[in-house]
Every structure is written in C-alpha cells, then in structure tokens.
C-alpha cells in the first residue's frame, strides 16, 4: 500500500519559508560584513640597514658566455675538431650552448657537465679527475662529470662561470679548447 504523503499546513509552510529567509538573510549578512570590512594594511618593512647579512655575486653576461663559448668552438675548428661547448653561470644554470657542426649527440650533455662540475668546485675537471682515486664517491654526484675539457671562470678568485667542451678525442683537447674560451674574456 503506497503510503499517503502528509499535507502540511499553510501556517507551516509560512514558518518554513520564513526560517529559510532568516537564514538566507543571516548568510548575507555575514558576506556583506565580512565584504565591508576594510583590508588589512600590509605590514611595513624598514629599510634595510645593516647590509652584513647579504652578499653580492658576480656572473657573466650573455654576450661574454656567449664570446667566451664562440672563443672556444673556433679553437677546435681551427684544429678539425667537432665539439660542444657549454657556458654555465655562478650558480650552475647552462647560459649557452654551442653546438659545432658535426659534433657527437653525446657531447651536448656532456659539456654542460663538464661545465657545472668546474664551477662547482673552481678547479678544472682534468685536475677533478684526478681526485676520483681517493674519493670515488664524487662520481656520484648528480649532474657532474669528472673528465677533462671543464674549467671554472673566476673574477677576483671567485668562480663566475664554467666553460665546458665535449667531443673532441680526448679530455686534454677539450680542456686545451675550454681555456680558449676563457682566454677570450681575459683580453
């Protein structure tokens, strides 16, 4: 037997729309209030004064990295040699890219380690390379890599840039085309 629905009363249907309304009314109410209220003023920071606590650091442009990287591709060319080179700046992020005609798919990634592994730790990666005996481990590091062709860029005895190059037969010959490039932002 299907069950009767209840019928409600006009009072109770009155009441009910009314309560809805109160309640709707309240909420926005609440949203005006809360919509009126002023803005909270940002709070103010002093100057700064005492500059103790900062530090300044120096990078290369990108017309240098750029020159530098250009100094570098033109060395190899000049011996028949296809090569990458890779600038990186202070702090390890690839500035340039330069990629010889002809160069090897491997040395594009290559460069940009060699690169960030000399600045890194402001030594050449030939030198880096040599350390591996003692201390294996450094191997393990992300994004390095311990074979000649990377040398740091410094400035005032603080490295500013890495120069890395890939490609060529040998470390001895990218680092050789890694200080060209550094060479031509020393003149």
């Known amino acids: 037997m299907p069950e009767q629905q209840k019928k409600t009363s006009p009072r109770a249907r009155v009441l009910a729309a009314g309560a809805v309304a109160v309640l709707a009314a309240g909420t926005v109410g609440a949203l005006s209030a809360n919509a009126a209220e002023p803005a909270a ?50 702090n390890g992020n690839t500035v340039v890219v330069l990629r010889g005609d002809g160069a090897g798919p491997q040395s594009y990634e290559s460069a940009q380690r060699k690169a960030f592994t000399a600045v890194s730790w402001n030594a050449p990666t030939s030198a880096l390379a040599e350390r591996l005996e003692s201390a294996p481990n450094l191997k393990d590091i992300p994004g390095t890599l311990f074979l000649g062709g990377g040398v740091p860029v410094t400035a005032s005895g603080a490295p500013v840039a890495g120069i890395g190059v890939a490609g060529a037969p040998g470390g001895d010959l990218d680092e050789k085309y890694a200080r060209a490039g550094a060479a031509a932002l020393a003149g």
Do not use: I, M, S, Y
């Open 41 to 90: 003023k940002p709070a103010t920071t002093a100057p700064v004064t005492d500059r103790d606590h900062l530090t300044r650091t120096t990078h290369l442009t990108v017309d240098a990295a750029t020159q530098a990287a250009q100094a570098a591709l033109k060395a190899a060319a000049e011996e028949g040699r296809r090569v990458t080179v890779a600038v990186v700046d202070r």
